[in-house]
């Protein structure tokens, strides 16, 4: 029997159906009244014929058997969605005769009302129980079917329990003592149905108990005329007995519990308590259910709260957490605070710290326990940490749906942000909510990540309005235990504009003041309630005890979570004083009753704080820098306030501070360790240490802002005596050079710091004079300033050795003539791997490059690349993996992969806030590779979005990929141009890496200019067969075939590119040859064959569309234009490889750094596309 | 409206908004400026009849906000109106355009010292508020008819109370005041130190400075015997001669009031009584319930239709009078009678009594006499002489009722002016009234002596009109 799952079905009111809170379609009226009609007979078989019968009344149509299966049918799916067709009968199930409803007790509202009802049901509050039961009710029961005979009945039925449970709920109340508040409503229900006996007993009972004897005769002597009047009956025998127990005064009469004046108070406050001061808050409260409902479902939400300080958001953050907890879904929680914001992953740290365990923290995920402070070693962090926390993250939200909810987020610390940004876009499929409150009018610096998680457009976001003067009526009188006067509540109003926390606070001051809520205090009011947040708990707190202020300054300057030893050893109280201290700060309502210690909402804390003046907070700051340390906090808990001491030139500090941004570092938060350097830099630290501050500082510092950072270096490289060191220094700078610099300046630097060198120092010269050139080359500057013609293949096994190897290799490919010298340097300078200590990313890929466009086989040079990557948790190192490896897959063919990787990179690329040099490769590649895949439209949007270059190798790509998408265009004559404008000031000979040749012929082979192309073409092919790579050259001999139409040039282009890993360029060239004329028959239909196929494959369409095209010329009926399928990609392959191993998911997804979700997804998509 | 006889302050330009906008942002942000939305709240006093237009109204909380608000009105060439709950405005109706409202409503601070017997407020408390917390020690202050009035405002005016033909006047038991100056310093003023200026704070009612907290006598009564009798107002002429002559004689326990007055149909007066035109006969009698019963026997054997006195706690007489709680439509005006003999109270009749046509509210005669008479010459207001005050009230929103209903007013005590003692009590005159005719001659000198040195630029507005000083 389906027990619904999260379907609930409504009686008590109109009828309506939901699915996990979210309210179902249920169709029209008579496919409602079907489902109505069902749920009635309480899971008994109805017969198809009653059913019919009901609906029609009587009259049924011919089709009536025919609409009322469609009826059937239509309902299952909406009652089961998430339910396989063939599967969907678990609720309404087909019976012999007819159909029943199965449906658990819990499902339907008018059966869990009977249940609660039931009165064996012991031990529950029976006024609890039964406010419960009637607050079921939304109206009167199947209000839509009130007229429907076959309604009839249970409506009935239903109602008059209804009636009962009121009245037993009103007994309930009388007997609990509330006999003088109940009068009035028992006089309204009596009104209501004067003939109801057991009103008028009621009644008369709680007017005797509440001391109104003559009242309590009164009401009896109303009922037996009432009794007489209506029916000529006398009253029955209950209320008889109680009129004479009311006479005689009888004991029995008197209520059963004594209860007190406090409890006797009337029940305002809905049985769910706590969201009772929610007011007005009921579409917010709604769309947190609405998550939480969608949650159930599997899916995720971002909800972002937003508004002024005050409004209500972070009560709202709290009730979604109170009501996920509710319905078993775990929540994790932080909140942001501004001395937190240079902790780099504070508030992760609070989010998830609750959450990890160690197993947890291992293979994808292990890079993350440097977040943590669990690692040992130390490492380069950033997108490895991001990564390894998101796997975290999935991992957790696959043991039980979560709940990531951050207060505050304007003050989260920009690692946070990022990885919640990182997060975002990846957790579509993820069920866990996360939900984020932010001040309006408070994002600064780090606004584009806030933006990026609030403007989404998937993203909900709420905005709660101040309150009205209604609601902050019903407020006040709850604080105050009674009606406050009107001229009391409009000042509240008038003076608060409805903000909650105003209100809270201020309603809070006027009760601590024992002000009493009438007319004559309307100006206490106005004296308190104009008053700013802040100046209401500061006037407060002056006026509480000393040691209370004392102690709400230090909880203020040791920040949110303060643990309460510390604040005592910073107040110099005892523990027990503190304490003490800290329960009245509570009661006044400063800070919040819960464990960690914290101020009730962060307008408190920053008033506290700012109300100690600025000196002397500096002072507190160092004070608890000192104790912090002194208990073995963390470094950077203590850096968090050593940032805010004065500086004192303490080298304990330096020490500190640079140990902070070593962990800060380790877990990826460049920001926090620039922050806590650039302290330490300020603090100062003794000379000598200085230069190793600012080369640490300059490192980092190019992870987020290259230029500062090189300005920084250049500092510590004038400051460093230490040859080693200066070594260091001179190649951090020209490395970052190269990609942050003007051009020329990664030239010139290096240049003069090669001539700085001590004698002896090879290694360092073959590293410096491998960045000169290699900076040359990229920022395409004149070869005279770069290229020493004499210069020597290395001959040490240094670093430096490794890294000119490259560069010369990736030189070799330039010059187009020695492929095997490109080759050979490109292998060995890879060879050992040693690259990797010295260069994340640049020199290490140049030389893959370099063998790449020699068609080398760099077996699985990527694979390595990748884990090493990962392992060194190098965001920039990521970056070029993803971004070569794309250009690389490109070149085979795998166009969707080439995509999906340099578009990974770009997004790394953006992350990484380098200067963009990256982006211009990046934007350069789509580009072709959409014009590739024959999508012109795309290729034009993506040049059209592409950031401006200026200047370099990058700009050159670009404009050739500009002239392309022309080219596809058919625009020959702005091509032609475009061409024509690229500079080329290096002079790059090998057309595998420059083609201008190729685009230009094709240019002017579209103006019919053919004499002119032609020449370049086959010039750009003599250089190839030079240069030998089969790829390029098959390539070029396609272009140039296509332009002298001679079937011998296209039959050697396939012949060449059969030999290469070209897969799309050999399709391309197939198309060529089969098209051409002189073609036979048989075999041009096979070669379009193979083309198509190929094309399709590779997920070239363009080619593809051809292809067909060409084989329906040919009278071929067979192909049609295939719509272009995903393919398995690389990624699917290797989980499928791994898969076959016996792997089960989270062991691959740890051994190829995926989540969970992605090799689930990966081996989904296999299995639907039949591949084992 | 009545000519200025007071100089303002001279600032050479008249008041701006932008001057006033100087003051934004002080008091924690509880100030308000015209067309701000709480102006109109916070501007309004208790009188509703009062409109004040004030260039700006402050809510400060401690000694230090009033002091930056006085700076700031200074600088911004304001001048400064100090105001609790605004129950003594009407004087300074349509005057405060160049003044800034400063409401001590923030003020709110109480403590009682049960072991000395004195209490210390703020300038924002309420007596209802007082007799509540004094009362819980058994002990009460000398708190006048009604718990919405300020403590302060009345205090250092006068205070005539239930006790007062026993214990005197509230002046005379204040025991210190801490006083905002007008040059922002904050004084504590008492018989040892500042003893001129507390001699001024005790009853003269002047501008001295902002009183932001006062520390004065609390008297040990846990109960009184005290309520009301009332009759028919058409016996007028049989009860009010016989009170009359009972109040000269009565001993100072008994301290009482005789009203001509219709009942407004409240819920807070007896049903029975709701809507008729009564006398009512209020007070309290101290000592034991024979000897209370002793001294109000003359009273009930005027058969009264309706008597409530009996020994009630004596926090619940801050109610006893059934004033009007909350902000009110109100006109006062009084004199102090040098006695009621039978010609006067036929010229009262005459004024306000059945037939005489007038729509009077109130008309009622407090009964002087007792310590009210003996001088405490620690005191501005040393004593009040006479035997009578009398006093019109008129109250009610309709306006087109209030023209009329001032005329009422004004009948009655025109009627009463050959009996007057030519002195005036001036926290019952909503009128402005030369503050010379409130005090002696010597005693006038010495407060406008006294006035000149702590705020020589008048940078307070006072209620009534004080004229300057010839500088010596």
Request: hydrophobic fraction near 45%; charge should be negative.
């Amino acid at each position: 029997m389906a027990d619904g799952g999260g379907l609930e079905i409504g009686l008590l009111g109109e009828f309506a159906a939901s699915y996990h809170g979210v309210a179902l379609d249920l169709g029209g009226p008579r496919q409602r009244a079907v489902l109505a009609l069902l749920v009635l007979h309480r899971g008994q078989t109805v017969s198809a014929e009653h059913i019919i019968e009901c609906l029609w009344q009587g009259e049924p149509p011919a089709s009536a058997f025919a609409s009322l299966q469609s009826y059937i049918s239509h309902l299952r799916r909406r009652l089961e969605p998430e339910v396989a067709a063939r599967s969907r009968s678990g609720v309404i199930a087909r019976q012999a005769r007819g159909y029943a409803v199965r449906l658990s007790a819990d499902a339907v509202d008018a059966w869990r009302f009977e249940q609660l009802l039931a009165p064996a049901e012991s031990g529950a509050d029976p006024v609890r129980r039964l406010s419960e039961a009637l607050q079921l009710w939304r109206g009167a029961a199947l209000a839509d079917y009130a007229d429907q005979a076959w309604a009839q009945p249970e409506i009935t039925r239903l109602e008059d329990l209804r009636s009962v449970a009121r009245e037993r709920l009103a007994a309930a109340r009388v007997d609990r003592g509330e006999a003088a508040v109940m009068v009035g409503e028992l006089e309204a229900m009596v009104a209501e149905a004067p003939l109801r006996e057991e009103r008028w007993r009621l009644l008369a009972l709680a007017l005797y108990r509440a001391h109104r004897q003559a009242d309590a005769l009164g009401a009896l002597r109303r009922a037996r005329q009432t009794f007489a009047n209506e029916l000529g009956v006398d009253p029955g025998p209950a209320l008889r007995a109680l009129e004479a127990d009311v006479l005689a005064q009888s004991p029995a009469l008197d209520a059963r519990p004594a209860v007190s004046a406090l409890t006797a108070v009337p029940e305002i406050v809905p049985a769910d308590d706590a969201a009772a001061d929610l007011v007005e808050r009921d579409r917010e409260v709604s769309q947190l259910r609405q998550a939480l409902a969608q949650l159930r479902l599997g899916r995720s939400t971002r909800l972002l709260l937003e508004g002024p300080a005050g409004i209500g958001k972070t009560r709202l953050l709290e009730e979604l957490g109170r009501q996920a907890q509710k319905c078993g879904v775990r929540v994790l929680a932080a909140r942001a605070s501004p001395l937190e914001q240079s902790f780099g992953y504070g508030v992760v740290r609070q989010l998830l710290e609750p959450a990890v365990t160690d197993g947890l923290l291992c293979g994808a995920a292990a890079p993350a326990r440097a977040v943590f402070d669990l690692a040992s070693e130390h490492g380069e962090g950033s997108l490895a940490v991001l990564h390894a926390l998101y796997s975290v993250t999935a991992e957790l939200a696959a043991e039980t749906p979560l709940v990531l909810s951050v207060d505050n987020l304007q003050w989260a610390d920009g690692p946070s942000l990022r990885y919640l940004a990182y997060l975002a876009r990846r957790m579509a499929e993820m069920p866990a909510v996360v939900a984020a409150t932010m001040r309006t009018g408070e994002a600064d610096d780090l606004a584009d990540l806030v933006a990026e998680l609030a403007f989404d457009t998937d993203a909900v976001v709420l905005r709660p309005q101040p309150l009205s003067e209604e609601a902050t009526r019903q407020l006040v009188a709850r604080a105050f235990g009674r009606a406050a006067a009107p001229l009391f509540v409009a000042a509240c109003h008038r003076t608060t504009s409805g903000n909650p926390l105003l209100l809270r606070q201020l309603v809070q001051a006027l009760v601590a003041a024992d002000v009493k809520p009438d007319a004559a205090h309307t100006h206490a009011v106005l004296a308190v309630g104009s008053r700013a947040v802040s100046s209401q708990v500061l006037l407060r707190l002056r006026r509480m005890p000393e040691e209370c202020r004392r102690v709400a300054r230090c909880v203020a300057v040791l920040g949110d979570a303060a643990k309460m030893p510390h604040v005592a050893a910073l107040v110099g109280l005892s523990e027990p004083e503190t304490a003490a201290a800290i329960a009245t700060l509570t009661r006044a309502e400063v800070l919040r009753d819960e464990d960690p210690l914290g101020f009730v909402h962060p307008i408190v804390a920053e008033a506290v704080y700012r109300d100690v003046p600025s000196a002397e907070r500096g002072l507190d700051h160092e004070r608890a820098a000192a104790l912090l340390n002194e208990r073995g906090a963390g470094a950077e808990e203590v850096a968090a306030h050593l940032l805010l001491a004065p500086t004192r030139g303490g080298q304990v500090t330096v020490d500190v501070l640079c140990a902070a941004a070593r962990k800060a570092t380790d877990r990826g938060a460049t920001d926090n360790a620039v922050t806590y350097l650039r302290r330490a830099l300020d603090e100062p630290p003794e000379s000598a240490a200085r230069p190793m501050v600012l080369l640490e500082l300059g490192k980092q510092e190019t992870l987020v802002d290259g230029r500062a950072g090189i300005e920084r270096l250049m500092a510590a490289y004038q400051h460093a005596t230490d040859p080693d060191a200066q070594v260091r220094i001179a190649t951090a700078i020209a490395q970052t050079q190269v990609f942050t610099s003007e051009p020329g300046a990664a030239v010139a630097f290096a240049r003069e710091a090669t001539k700085r060198l001590p004698p002896g120092s090879d290694d360092a010269r073959d590293g410096l004079v491998a960045l000169l050139r290699i900076g040359g080359i990229v920022q395409s500057v004149d070869p005279a300033l770069w290229r020493d013609p004499d210069v020597a293949e290395p001959t040490g096994s240094g670093v430096g050795a490794q890294m000119l190897r490259a560069t010369l290799a990736w030189e070799a490919v330039l010059e187009g003539r020695d492929r095997d010298r490109a080759v050979r340097l490109g292998r060995e300078a890879v060879q050992d791997e040693r690259l990797w200590q010295a260069d994340t990313g640049l020199l290490w890929c140049v030389a893959a490059a370099a063998r790449m466009y020699a068609d080398d086989d760099l077996g699985d040079f990527w694979l390595r690349s990748r884990t090493a990557a990962h392992a060194r948790g190098s965001l920039f190192a990521v970056l070029s993996v993803n971004q070569w490896e794309g250009m690389w897959r490109w070149r085979r063919g795998e166009l969707a992969e080439a995509t999906a990787l340099i578009r990974e990179a770009q997004e790394q690329d953006r992350m990484w806030g380098g200067s963009g040099v990256g982006l211009a490769y990046s934007y350069g590649a789509l580009v072709a590779i959409e014009l590739d895949r024959g999508a012109v439209a795309d290729a034009r949007q993506l040049i059209d979005a592409a950031p401006p270059a200026l200047h370099g190798d990058g700009a050159r790509l670009l404009g050739l990929a500009a002239a392309r998408v022309l080219l596809a265009e058919g625009r020959y004559a702005d091509a032609l141009a475009a061409v024509e404008q690229v500079a080329d000031p290096v002079g790059i000979a090998n057309p595998a890496w420059n083609p201008w040749r190729r685009l230009r012929a094709a240019a002017l082979s579209g103006l019919g200019r053919t004499g002119e192309a032609l020449p370049l073409l086959e010039e750009e092919v003599a250089l190839l067969r030079g240069w030998g790579a089969p790829s390029s050259l098959g390539l070029s001999l396609t272009e140039l075939g296509v332009v002298n139409r001679r079937h011998e040039t296209l039959a050697e282009a396939v012949a060449v590119l059969e030999s290469s890993d070209g897969a799309h360029l050999l399709s391309r060239a197939r198309l060529a040859l089969g098209e051409h004329p002189d073609t036979p028959h048989g075999e041009a239909v096979a070669l379009l064959r193979d083309a198509l196929d190929g094309a399709v494959a590779c997920g070239a369409q363009g080619v593809a569309e051809r292809a067909c095209e060409a084989l329906r010329l040919l009278g071929q009926h067979a192909a049609d234009v295939p719509a272009w399928e995903p393919r398995p990609t690389a990624t699917q392959q290797r989980v499928a490889a791994l898969a076959e191993c016996g792997m089960d998911i989270a062991q691959i997804a740890q051994a190829l750094f995926l989540t969970p979700q992605t090799v689930h997804a990966a081996l989904d998509g296999l299995a639907e596309e039949g591949v084992r | 409206m009545r000519p200025p006889t007071s100089a303002p302050v001279t600032t050479g330009s008249a008041p701006t908004p932008a001057a006033a906008a100087s003051l934004r942002g002080l008091c924690g942000g509880a100030v308000h400026l015209p067309g701000d939305p709480g102006y109109d709240m916070a501007r309004s006093p208790w009188n509703l009849q009062i409109q004040h237009h004030p260039a700006a109204v402050a809510y400060p909380a401690t000694p230090a906000e009033v002091a930056e608000v006085l700076r700031a009105a200074r600088r911004a060439g304001l001048r400064v109106v100090p105001q609790g709950t605004g129950h003594g405005a009407a004087p300074l109706d349509g005057h405060l355009g160049d003044a800034v409202l400063l409401r001590t409503a923030g003020l709110s601070e109480l403590d009682v010292d049960v072991e000395r017997r004195c209490a210390r407020v703020g300038a924002g408390v309420l007596w209802g508020d007082l007799a509540e917390a004094a009362g819980r020690h058994g002990l009460v202050g000398l708190h006048p008819s009604s718990p919405d009035v300020g403590v302060v405002g009345y205090s250092i005016s006068g205070g005539i109370g239930w006790y007062a033909r026993r214990f005197g006047l509230q002046c005379q038991a204040i025991t210190a005041v801490e006083v905002v100056l007008a040059d922002g310093s904050v004084v504590r003023a008492s018989a040892e130190t500042e003893p001129e200026l507390f001699w001024g704070l005790r009853g003269s009612g002047m501008p001295l400075g902002v009183v932001t907290a006062l520390e004065f006598e609390l008297f040990p009564l846990e109960t009184v015997v005290a309520g009301f009798l009332v009759w028919e107002w058409t016996l007028v002429e049989r009860v009010l001669p016989a009170w009359a002559e009972w109040a000269v004689d009565a001993p100072e326990a008994a301290t009482t009031s005789f009203r001509l007055v219709e009942a407004p149909n409240m819920n807070h007066i007896p049903a029975e009584l709701r809507g008729r035109r009564l006398l009512v006969i209020d007070g309290a009698v101290l000592g034991s319930d024979t000897a209370a019963a002793e001294i109000i026997a003359p009273l009930r054997a005027l058969q009264p239709e309706f008597d409530t006195v009996a020994r009630v706690p004596a926090p619940s007489l801050v109610r006893l009078h059934l004033d009007p709680e909350g902000p009110t439509p109100a006109y006062a005006s009084s004199r102090l009678l040098r006695g009621l003999p039978d010609s006067a109270i036929t010229a009262v009749i005459g004024a306000v009594g059945p037939g005489s046509g007038s729509r009077l509210d109130v008309a009622e005669f407090r009964q002087l006499g007792g310590a009210l008479r003996r001088a405490d010459p620690r005191a501005a207001l040393a004593s009040l002489d006479g035997e009578f005050l009398a006093l019109s009230l008129a109250l009610g929103d309709d306006a087109a009722e209030w023209g009329r209903l001032r005329d009422d007013a004004g009948r009655l005590l025109s009627a009463l002016e050959p009996w007057t003692t030519g002195r005036e009590y001036l926290p019952m005159l909503d009128d402005p009234t030369d503050t010379r005719k409130a005090f002696p001659p010597d005693v006038h000198a010495r407060l406008a002596t006294l006035r000149a040195a702590v705020d020589p630029d008048r940078l307070f507005v006072g209620q009534h009109l004080m004229p300057q000083q010839p500088t010596p």
